[in-house]
């Protein structure tokens, strides 16, 4: 297996043969040239993981070399060989770009083998940080917030223009509306997207536990504190920390969150360590802080500190120009697993226009999930679209009574339960993963209860 590819370039042409020798005993794919000319006609025709130059060569100067490459290449691995080292040269060197400087020399070449390996893993983390940079950018990108109605190009207008900023930002809107994507856009269009994005939900964690989540805590300060703990505030300095639902938190700490707003500054449960922090903020809720602020269960102050910039995201019912856009969005999403399924026809469509979408972006997308499950292959139509949705009639629901004698309601429940997670297993073709987002369970829940209620796959 080849290791990596290396071009070599040296007018010495009895090192440069004993250098590939070398090289291609390591098992490296090697191409070797004797100028700086020659090297940058070759990586022309083709990239090379590293570039080991010599300093001294004819016209051209292993330097130059190393500038050229790296103009052309910022990721390139460049490493200098030189049997007229000196402290100037080597500086010049790693500040034109060098990965190292190492001396010229036979007996020395088995040390370049543990450099070289650095060298490309360095080339390999570049590799995989712009990877996952790219993924990112289509994850959190402005083109990952799908729809052009002009509700929605507003709201994005003020993301763009507060990203760049160190603004604290308020996005408001109903659930499902996509505050999180929000949120994350900011960050990821911010200087701050190389630092951390950290997100809390403050509705979805008990309020004894909420503090320490955010400030951390030091050991013994309750029980079961048994080391010291990081908090979120901590884990995203530098960053962004996202504060979900945060009118569900308590008035005790939205008191400490005021001053950390106002100071930057907050103490771990249990210490009497101040300590500083550079987080942005950005908050998110769906209720309405205001009757919150006039009944008294939410801080008028902290109210104006958290929506230095509100950004309110409108409802799926108010841009319902986008539906169709998101549907096309969510079906790609889906093709890779299921390639059979061709799209959306234009009457069924027409019916995802007219409904009011209580549930906003989120419910559109698990219907369009639900759907592609179930239908597999060719068009979804309007005739395969939840009852509700088009406007017919609510499938009855068998009415229960008690018999005189009374019943066992855990076995009958169960046998209820049993029924459901067989038709959800038929329909997906015992697809658990699929089968679990119809029922609503967690994958290692319902394979738990396939396992305790014995259900067997068909023969």
């Known amino acids: 297996m080849v290791r990596g590819s290396i071009l070599v370039a040296d007018d010495d042409a009895l090192f440069r043969a004993a250098l590939r020798r070398y090289l291609e005993s390591e098992g490296y794919d090697v191409h070797d040239v004797g100028g700086p000319d020659e090297a940058i006609e070759t990586l022309s025709r083709r990239p090379y993981d590293v570039v080991l130059t010599d300093l001294k060569m004819p016209g051209r100067s292993g330097i130059d070399l190393v500038r050229s490459v790296c103009h052309s290449d910022p990721d390139a691995v460049c490493i200098v060989i030189t049997g007229f080292g000196s402290p100037e040269s080597s500086i010049e060197a790693l500040g034109a770009g060098a990965f190292w400087f190492i001396e010229k020399s036979y007996e020395r070449m088995d040390s370049l083998g543990p450099l070289i390996e650095k060298a490309l893993e360095m080339r390999r983390l570049r590799t995989s940080n712009q990877r996952l940079q790219r993924q990112l950018e289509a994850r959190y990108g402005f083109g990952n917030i799908v729809g052009h109605s002009q509700k929605l190009l507003d709201t994005l207008d003020t993301v763009r223009r507060v990203a760049d900023s160190q603004a604290t930002v308020l996005v408001l809107g109903e659930s499902g509306v996509g505050k999180d994507l929000i949120a994350r856009a900011i960050h990821f269009n ?3 997207t190389d630092e951390p994005f950290v997100a809390v939900n403050c509705g979805a964690i008990p309020e004894q536990l909420l503090e320490s989540e955010l400030f951390g805590h030091v050991r013994g300060a309750f029980t079961g504190a048994h080391r010291d703990r990081a908090g979120r505030f901590a884990a995203a300095d530098g960053g962004t920390l996202f504060l979900d639902e945060i009118g569900d938190m308590s008035p005790n700490l939205q008191t400490k969150l ?5 100071e930057r500054t907050f103490e771990a449960v249990g210490s009497d360590r101040t300590t500083t922090v550079n987080v942005r903020i ?3 809720t769906n209720q309405d802080l205001a009757a919150k602020i006039e009944q008294r269960e939410f801080r008028e102050d902290l109210y104006f500190r958290l929506a230095v910039v509100p950004i309110e995201v ?15 969005h969510f079906l ?8 059979e399924i061709k799209g959306m026809t234009e009457t069924a469509v027409k019916r995802l226009v007219q409904y009011p979408w209580p549930g906003n972006v989120r419910e559109l997308q698990g219907m369009i999930e639900r759907m592609t499950i179930l239908k597999r292959s060719g ?3 309007e005739s395969d679209l939840p009852l509700d949705l088009i406007g017919g009639p609510a499938p009855a629901t068998p ?11 855990q076995a009958v429940v169960g046998g209820y339960e049993r029924e459901l997670i067989v038709q959800a297993l038929d329909a997906t073709h015992w697809n658990k993963n699929q089968a679990a987002r119809l029922l609503g369970l967690k994958r290692t829940t319902l394979v738990e209860k396939i396992r305790s209620k014995g259900i067997q796959p068909p023969e």
Not at 314 to 328: H, Y
Not at 399 to 409: T, V
Request: a negative charge; aromatic letters at 4%.
């Open 190 to 192: 911010s200087p701050r």
């Open 258 to 262: 005021l001053r950390v707003l106002q």
């Open 282 to 284: 950005i908050a998110a």
């Open 314 to 328: 409108p409802p799926l019912r108010e841009r319902t120009e986008d539906i169709p856009l998101l549907v096309e």
């Open 332 to 339: 790609a999403q889906l093709r890779d697993e299921y390639a």
């Open 379 to 381: 068009w979804i139509d």
């Open 399 to 409: 009415m229960a009574s008690l018999p005189p004698d009374g019943l066992d309601l």
